[in-house]
């Protein structure tokens, strides 16, 4: 039940490539708890003496979400995206993200914050709250890929395999993390360690052809909307599948493929043609 969920609620660090479906994931779980949820970039917080948004204003939002109840808004998701732009060692900002961290620190092991909203003050316990980091810690998956995909080709005794022999897998640890400019003490409140997949040419497929969401379905909508057919050829979802793969932009980029074809075929749709088929 949503009182068990609540009860045993864990701190999450969920990693994955761009476009593999990090922050729908979030959003429909939210929805099936009838829970406010907040995804917003780490990025945008700042310790004081550091310009950025104030925490609170989180609280703030959470609490709007909620309609001004306070026990709900207690009960709500935050998810921080770029949560691994905090660490890293390549620019001259380490001193202001390890600021950051440490407001994150108290932020996520629980206070009780002040907050103003339409009026009324509310004494906000963050200790309630589910928080998720969220990012594509790219540098680091690569890294453990490659890393594993040099002790399966040590084991096999082969110098070399193909890209398809080889298994994409890999365990991130809480060291990992560690390593990649987290504070310790921050990434040990976060109790789960998961990701997201990559996404296959056949899983971009799937999403074309049996998602509610698929940006073709949108198209296909755009065009009955101006009085036209839109027929799209299996050869073109294919092509689309498979740009949106080379291109290693996931789903997202599935979105930016079927919008060009959209553009493409803009003049015929306000010329008043009542069929369209796009073909490879």
């Given at each position: 039940g949503d009182s068990d969920l609540i009860r045993n609620k864990a701190n999450i660090i969920l990693e994955g490539a761009t476009g593999t479906g990090k922050t729908y994931i979030i959003e429909e779980v939210a929805k099936k708890l009838k829970l406010p949820v907040l995804i917003t970039p780490a990025t945008n917080y700042s310790s004081v003496g550091y310009r950025g948004?104030?925490?609170?204003?989180?609280l703030y939002k959470l609490l709007d979400k909620a309609n001004g109840n306070l026990e709900l808004a207690e009960r709500g998701i935050v998810a921080f995206d770029e949560f691994d732009k905090l660490?890293?060692?390549?620019?001259?900002?380490?001193?202001?993200?390890?600021?950051?961290?440490?407001?994150?620190?108290?932020?996520?092991?629980?206070?009780?914050?002040?907050?103003?909203?339409?009026?009324?003050?509310y004494n906000f316990d963050t200790s309630k709250l589910t928080f998720i980091g969220m990012g594509a810690f790219t540098n680091l998956r690569e890294r453990k890929i490659k890393e594993n995909e040099k002790k399966y080709k040590s084991s096999i005794g082969f110098s070399s395999l193909g890209e398809d022999d080889i298994v994409r897998k890999y365990k991130i640890t809480k060291d990992d993390y560690v390593d990649e400019g987290l504070e310790r003490e921050l990434v040990g409140r976060f109790s789960c360690l998961t990701h997201t997949n990559d996404l296959s040419v056949n899983d971009l497929e799937g999403i074309l052809t049996q998602s509610i969401t698929s940006p073709l379905n949108g198209l296909r909508i755009t065009g009955n909307i101006m009085g036209c057919e839109i027929d799209i050829d299996d050869e073109i979802v294919h092509e689309i599948a498979q740009r949106a793969f080379d291109t290693n932009t996931g789903a997202r980029g599935l979105i930016e493929i079927v919008q060009s074809l959209k553009d493409v075929i803009a003049n015929d749709l306000f010329s008043g043609e009542s069929k369209i088929t796009i073909t490879s």
């Amino acid at each position: 039940g949503d009182s068990d969920l609540i009860r045993n609620k864990a701190n999450i660090i969920l990693e994955g490539a761009t476009g593999t479906g990090k922050t729908y994931i979030i959003e429909e779980v939210a929805k099936k708890l009838k829970l406010p949820v907040l995804i917003t970039p780490a990025t945008n917080y700042s310790s004081v003496g550091y310009r950025g948004d104030d925490l609170t204003d989180i609280l703030y939002k959470l609490l709007d979400k909620a309609n001004g109840n306070l026990e709900l808004a207690e009960r709500g998701i935050v998810a921080f995206d770029e949560f691994d732009k905090l660490g890293g060692f390549a620019d001259n900002n380490v001193s202001m993200r390890k600021a950051i961290q440490q407001e994150l620190l108290t932020f996520i092991s629980g206070t009780i914050l002040d907050v103003e909203y339409n009026g009324k003050t509310y004494n906000f316990d963050t200790s309630k709250l589910t928080f998720i980091g969220m990012g594509a810690f790219t540098n680091l998956r690569e890294r453990k890929i490659k890393e594993n995909e040099k002790k399966y080709k040590s084991s096999i005794g082969f110098s070399s395999l193909g890209e398809d022999d080889i298994v994409r897998k890999y365990k991130i640890t809480k060291d990992d993390y560690v390593d990649e400019g987290l504070e310790r003490e921050l990434v040990g409140r976060f109790s789960c360690l998961t990701h997201t997949n990559d996404l296959s040419v056949n899983d971009l497929e799937g999403i074309l052809t049996q998602s509610i969401t698929s940006p073709l379905n949108g198209l296909r909508i755009t065009g009955n909307i101006m009085g036209c057919e839109i027929d799209i050829d299996d050869e073109i979802v294919h092509e689309i599948a498979q740009r949106a793969f080379d291109t290693n932009t996931g789903a997202r980029g599935l979105i930016e493929i079927v919008q060009s074809l959209k553009d493409v075929i803009a003049n015929d749709l306000f010329s008043g043609e009542s069929k369209i088929t796009i073909t490879s």
